[in-house]
């Protein structure tokens, strides 16, 4: 059963600590994306790879945040530091080329 | 900038009746797809149902069906026979091929017994 797995499914941190989210596409995809979802801007883009180059990272605060695919079963995105207005729920999605993407289950993120 | 706007920001409707989602885009691509993605309690999203823009048929998928009107930049959900399990938060995308997905803010359905 090929799906996107995301570890952690929840952290919870507090301000100024770093946090590490990792995602695992789906063998075979070469296409990752990262998704932020808030109550208040709803789902957004961060930053995508395509076979493990980043292609777009214009949604992603670049002084905090990092997005690295050291592998291409691995797909990483960092915050450091982290901030109270971080908390969302961070979604990675994949994809083969075709319309699809698969999205994994997040990473509930929470900053106190 | 593509952008996507749903309208209705909850519905609900009782078991077994139709309900039709809205959603309007605006886009000055021609070749794109449009998608509508089903957010239960779970948070999972799961895709619902697909449309290329180069097709003029409408896509179905089993109860889930839509309304493409491409000129009117317009693509609504029509859910037949609702059921419990369809209670979700429902988004519509648009992507250019190959890119990301522009999601509008979601609309709440409810399904009541």
């Known amino acids: 059963d090929a799906r996107v797995t995301q570890t952690p499914r929840h952290k919870v941190t507090e301000m100024g600590q770093e946090v590490t989210m990792r995602c695992q596409p789906i063998l075979g995809h070469n296409t990752v994306f990262w998704y932020r979802q808030t109550m208040m801007q709803g789902l957004e883009l961060l930053a995508y790879f395509r076979n493990r180059a980043p292609l777009d990272d214009s949604g992603m605060p670049k002084d905090r945040f990092s997005a690295e695919m050291p592998d291409a079963t691995l797909a990483t995105l960092k915050i450091q530091p982290s901030e109270p207005r971080d908390s969302a729920v961070y979604f990675c999605?994949?994809?083969?080329?075709?319309?699809?993407?698969?999205f994994g289950p997040g990473t509930r993120l929470t900053v106190t | 900038a593509q952008t996507v706007t749903q309208s209705q920001p909850e519905m609900s409707v009782q078991e077994a009746e139709t309900v039709t989602l809205s959603c309007t885009y605006d886009?000055?691509?021609?070749?794109?797809?449009l998608f509508w993605y089903k957010q239960p309690p779970s948070r999972q999203m799961i895709l619902v149902i697909r449309?290329?823009?180069?097709?003029?048929q409408n896509a179905t998928e089993n109860r889930f069906s839509v309304n493409f009107q491409k000129a009117a930049k317009s693509f609504s959900l029509k859910i037949s026979d609702s059921q419990l399990g369809d209670t979700a938060m429902y988004f519509c995308?648009?992507?250019?091929?190959?890119?990301?997905?522009?999601f509008g803010a979601g609309t709440i359905l409810r399904v009541k017994s």
């Open positions: 999605a994949s994809g083969s080329g075709l319309p699809e993407q698969y």
């Open positions: 449309q290329e823009a180069y097709k003029q």
């Open positions: 886009t000055s691509e021609s070749n794109y797809y």
């Open positions: 995308a648009f992507m250019e091929y190959g890119n990301k997905l522009v």
